[in-house]
């Protein structure tokens, strides 16, 4: 990392599937992520439930999983959204960086979210994926292939970090420099904005 403007990260949102997986190593990893966390003094901000990781731990999780004990108690301190959507805005605005680690479609739903508001220039918070034993390697296949079809840009391809050790993509998260689309970054998110820039609709998204 010499040499390399660093990124203050304290918090990190992790996406991670409700199951555990059929690898132990999914499970594994996903307690030593928690180990390097903690000795980097870096916060976990989750989705709620029974995870359990090192450090302090904020879990947000809709009121909608908390009936009958749906998905267990939740680590560390937790607040209660009433939709979906809500929690992932929530996971975005108290979080520095993002992580997914192996999971379902929730998981890829909650990446995906992430990367196409970092392509719209709602955040420009680093995000990256825990590729353990190549569970991902599929998917970033298809990522590059999206790009070779000419449906993703070079430039939105950056936003998409991933690594195979956890030390390695908190290195790069703390490493990432965001790099905005010129037409993209003049749209007006903010909700008192009564009116968004218009988009040159030849550009590719």
């Given at each position: 990392m010499e040499g390399?403007?660093?990124?203050?990260?304290?918090?990190?949102?992790?996406?991670?599937?409700?199951?555990?997986?059929?690898?132990?190593a999914f499970v594994n990893a996903t307690f030593h992520l928690g180990e390097v966390l903690g000795?980097?003094?870096?916060?976990?901000?989750?989705?709620?439930g029974k995870l359990g990781l090192m450090g302090q731990v904020?879990?947000?999780i809709?009121?909608?999983?908390?009936?009958n004990n749906l998905v267990g108690e939740t680590c560390g301190k937790e607040i209660k959204v009433a939709t979906m959507q809500e929690r992932l805005v929530m996971m975005m605005e108290l979080s520095d960086a993002f992580i997914a680690l192996p999971g379902g479609f929730g998981?890829?739903?909650?990446?995906?979210?992430?990367?196409?508001?970092?392509?719209?220039?709602?955040h420009n918070k680093p995000i990256g994926v825990l590729n353990i034993?190549?569970?991902?390697?599929?998917?970033?296949?298809?990522?590059?292939?999206?790009?070779?079809?000419?449906?993703?840009?070079?430039?939105?391809?950056k936003i998409l970090i991933s690594a195979t050790t956890a030390d390695e993509l908190v290195d790069k998260l703390q490493a990432f420099r965001f790099e905005s689309d010129p037409a993209l970054s003049k749209l007006k998110w903010s909700p008192s904005s009564s009116q968004k820039?218009?988009?040159?609709?030849?550009l590719r998204l």
């Open positions: 390399v403007s660093v990124r203050k990260i304290k918090k990190i949102c992790v996406f991670c599937g409700a199951n555990s997986g059929k690898d132990v000795k980097r003094k870096i916060d976990l901000v989750y989705g709620g904020l879990g947000i809709p009121s909608a999983f908390t009936v998981t890829l739903e909650e990446l995906f979210q992430m990367i196409s508001w970092a392509q719209l220039s709602i034993n190549g569970f991902f390697n599929g998917l970033l296949s298809f990522v590059d292939h999206a790009v070779k079809q000419e449906f993703i840009t070079p430039r939105a391809r820039e218009k988009l040159d609709l030849t």
